[in-house]
């Protein structure tokens, strides 16, 4: 069985569920939240000798702090709290749960001590969570730096200390854990972005409250459960006229590479025909590695496709920019890639017939082209990916993945699903025309645009995952390989899916 998709909750919703349960809920979230992070830490540290050290904030993160180190502390483990702020000054929940923590018995030092000879089982950052609201310095910074060089096991209460939970930004200095014990639910921030390099590996302890219906959409982190229902088997009696045909159109001179990549990664998932349509006048004509393509001249290529993927290594001549605007205007599933995306953002008279298209449109831009799309500069899109990419998709009322660390799925309803597979041996040349592949193939097989997205960019990622166990990556990992990797691992999913009839 497909693990559940997990929800995503940006800061505004987190805040709208505690605003409904913190009242009345029995025991207080905060000693639940502690207690949780209190059993995280006894599994992380198992039987690691020396004391464990806490630094709690001024707000409601340091509270969970001095709840978990009374946990602990009670149970018998030695525990050393730094907290530098007035007592009388902290929100209510966390003053009781400093009284309660001296009154078991804890001490609490105003200052970092330095770390004992034989060392720390593990530094514990109860800083600043989901209250973060500016950029850390001064004592806090230096706590930060202390924590972050410690050798031990670093673990986060709900946020990294520093790390901005709705985008994965670090506003300056960040504690950079190897364990994050988020409470409630996943925030993007966690996962997206530089989140994943500061929370090293994530639990999510959800406190044993049902989530309220929200006011702020929710997202979801991508498991195969999403797209469950569309792994169906083929009835014996098929044909390849049944499972779609694929155009790519790109290859311009020196990038034939990139469309030929793409056209055999929507073979190697499935689609019935594909055709590979080249720019380059002077490209082969076969492809001797793999001839089950079937190469054209661009000009040439069938207009009769179920989908047309356009972009891999395609390039900004006009020629390509007439390719563009008969696209768009044609009546096959669309995906755009690449230089397509630069050439659609330089010709904003093409935008609204990208919206106003009747089939499925997808786009698949890194940060630079989605920036070029939005008209900003590719920090302010990484500044805020979720609603960078939650913006195109509404703009061009197309399916899009802002790829990258955490890919970002967004649709033109306001969805929006966060990837948590892949590895940086995929920052590599190639591994964009592989995913185009992908997902023109699913689309080409008759999945919706929302799950054909999600499910190939997760494949994308997982595939490369799975070649990293087997030791092909993560460095030195080539997008060619990844093609076949993908075709196993979606076998497999097929074969473990749950079929209703
Ligand atoms: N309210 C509750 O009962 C619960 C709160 N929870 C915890 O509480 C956290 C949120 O608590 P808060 O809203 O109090 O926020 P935080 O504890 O994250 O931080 C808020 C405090 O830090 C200050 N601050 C923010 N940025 C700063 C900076 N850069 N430098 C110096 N000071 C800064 C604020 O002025 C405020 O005093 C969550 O992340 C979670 O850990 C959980 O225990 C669940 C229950
Ligand atoms: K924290």
């Known amino acids: 069985m497909f693990s559940p998709a997990q929800p995503i909750y940006p800061v505004a919703g987190i805040r709208e569920i505690e605003h409904q349960l913190i009242p009345s809920a029995k025991p ?32 409601n993160n340091g509270g969970d702090g001095f709840v978990m180190a009374r946990q602990l502390h009670q149970a018998g483990r030695e525990v ?8 009388a000054a902290l929100p209510s929940d966390a003053g009781k749960a400093h009284a309660d923590f001296l009154h078991a018995g804890g001490t609490i030092a105003s200052d970092l001590p330095s770390a004992p000879s034989q060392g720390w089982a593990l530094v514990v950052d109860a800083l600043f969570g989901i209250g973060l609201k500016r ?25 990294p200390s520093g790390l901005d939970a709705d985008t994965g930004r670090p506003l ?21 972005n530089d989140g994943p390099d500061y929370c090293g590996e994530i639990s999510v302890q959800r406190l044993d409250i049902d989530c309220p219906a929200c006011l702020v959409p929710m997202g979801h982190a991508i498991t195969p459960a999403l797209f469950e229902t569309c792994l169906v088997p083929r009835p014996r009696n098929t044909h390849k006229g049944r499972h779609g045909d694929v155009g790519i159109l790109g290859g311009d001179a020196g990038m034939a590479g990139a469309a030929l990549l793409a056209g055999r990664a929507a073979l190697w998932l499935g689609a019935g025909r594909v055709y590979v349509g080249l720019l380059d006048p002077k490209a082969p004509a076969v492809d ?90 590719s920090p302010e899109v990484q500044g805020d990916r979720l609603s960078a990419a939650l913006a195109l998709a509404s703009r061009f009322r ?8 955490g890919s ?38 008759g ?7 999600i499910a190939a960019v997760h494949l994308h990622g997982a595939a490369a995952d799975m070649l990293a166990r087997e030791g092909v990556g993560p460095i030195g990992l080539t997008a060619g390989e990844l093609i076949g990797a993908a075709r196993r691992l979606f076998n497999g999913w097929l074969a473990q899916a749950r079929h209703t009839p």
């Open 172 to 192: 300056g200095p960040c504690f950079r854990a190897t364990h994050t014990t988020t409470f409630i639910a996943l925030k993007p921030g966690l996962l997206t």
């Open 288 to 377: 001797h590695a793999y001839p089950e393509l079937m190469l054209r001249n661009a000009p040439a290529l069938p207009r009769q496709l179920t989908v047309l993927a356009l972009g891999p290594g395609l390039g900004q001549r006009a020629e390509a920019q007439a390719e563009l605007v008969s696209a768009i205007a044609g009546d096959h599933a669309l995906v755009l890639d690449a230089d397509a995306l630069n050439l659609l953002a330089a010709d904003p008279a093409l935008h609204g017939a990208v919206a106003a298209r009747r089939s499925p449109t997808v786009l698949t831009p890194h940060p630079a082209e989605a920036a070029r799309l939005l008209g900003c500069s």
């Open 408 to 445: 970002l799925i967004a649709t033109p309803d306001g969805h929006w699903y966060i990837n948590g597979t892949g590895h940086p041996g995929m920052a590599s040349a190639g591994m964009g025309d592989v995913l185009t592949g992908l997902v023109a193939s699913l689309l080409a097989q």
């Open 80 to 87: 050393i709290v730094a907290f530098a702020d007035d007592p």
């Open 135 to 159: 950029k850390i310095d001064g004592r806090f910074a230096d706590w930060i730096a202390t924590l972050n060089a410690q050798p031990a096991p670093r673990m986060a209460l709900d946020v």
């Open 28 to 59: 207080p979230l905060m000693e639940r939240a502690g207690r949780a992070a209190a059993e995280d830490a006894v599994r992380l540290i198992m039987d690691r000798p020396g004391p464990i050290l806490f630094a709690c904030g001024p707000g």
């Open 398 to 405: 197309a399916c899009t993945v802002l790829k990258g660390c």
């Open 447 to 453: 999945w919706a645009a929302e799950p054909a997205l």
